[in-house]
């Protein structure tokens, strides 16, 4: 059986949006009906279901992690989009050891995750790292931003992780912001996708829905979009289109050949 795919989202620094990228691209990849559960990995500070508007439950993550269930009894079902999302409750317990993420992901019946997790090199990350194979970090256009992504990449590579790349968000395009190229190049890793600076984003999150849902024509959104595209997640893959193109037509023709259109 294939590996499963299992993919964090990572920062150097906090608050650049690695929590509002992992609602949009979980929810673009569900609506497309792909198989991508949405884990909060942030135990610090967990906000997936902040920003969807799921509260109320009394289990999550650190359910799991202290094996008093399996990880399908906490998922809970997204209204909106039918994405899955594994919580992380709000209270605080220090006693949790993220440690065996590994095994609760790997005895999980899901095959596909997308973790958001704490910034930097915060508690979890390591074990975060050690339970992915592919990473995505999230940047804003400041030295700060980058150069500590600079690190985590290193500590992911280092981990065998594979790093997809970067999405570099809250582009302004002001003269004071790094390039594209400048940040490229001082990370070593390709940016996947640019993400303006778009009030889309912070209204979506006071709506509580992801901004693919609350304002699909944003520029933010349209961004997502791309990233999902890019990732696989929506099912528009150009490569996937066109195959299906061809087998489509392949078999109109065999039907055509043999039905003696
Ligand atoms: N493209 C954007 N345009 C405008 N605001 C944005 C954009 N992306 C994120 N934000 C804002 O940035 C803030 C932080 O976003 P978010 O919570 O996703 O970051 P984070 O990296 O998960 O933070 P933390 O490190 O604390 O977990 C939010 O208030 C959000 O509205
Ligand atoms: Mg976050």
């Given at each position: 059986m294939a590996e499963k795919r299992i993919i964090s989202i990572l920062s150097g620094k906090g608050g650049v949006g690695k929590t509002t990228l992992s609602v949009n691209l979980g929810a673009i990849a569900a609506s497309n009906g792909k198989e991508m559960v949405l884990v909060?990995?942030?135990?610090?500070n967990p906000s997936v279901g902040l920003h969807l508007g799921l509260w109320g439950y009394t289990a999550g993550l650190q359910s799991v992690l202290a094996a008093k269930c399996g990880l399908e009894q906490v998922t809970i079902v997204h209204p909106a989009t039918g994405m899955r999302v594994v919580p992380s409750t709000l209270e605080y317990s220090s006693n949790v050891k993220m440690s065996k993420l590994k095994d609760v992901l790997k005895a999980a019946t899901y095959r596909s995750f997308i973790i958001d997790s704490p910034p930097g090199i915060a508690s979890g990350v390591e074990e975060i790292l050690s339970s992915c194979n592919e990473t995505i970090v999230v940047v804003t256009p400041d030295i700060p931003s980058v150069m500590s992504a600079v690190k985590i990449i290193e500590i992911a590579r280092k981990k065998g992780v594979k790093v997809d790349g970067l999405v570099l968000n809250r582009v302004q395009n002001k003269r004071y912001e790094m390039h594209e190229k400048e940040i490229e190049s001082t990370c070593n890793v390709p940016i996947l996708v640019s993400i303006k600076e778009d009030r889309a984003v912070p209204e979506s999150i006071s709506a509580k829905m992801p901004a693919v849902l609350y304002a699909p024509k944003s520029k933010a959104s349209r961004s997502f979009q791309q990233l999902a595209t890019e990732l696989g997640f929506s099912g528009k893959a150009a490569g996937v289109k066109g195959r299906g193109g061809m087998m489509a037509r392949f078999f109109a023709w065999l039907s055509r050949l043999f039905g003696g259109e």
């Open positions: 909060d990995g942030d135990l610090g």
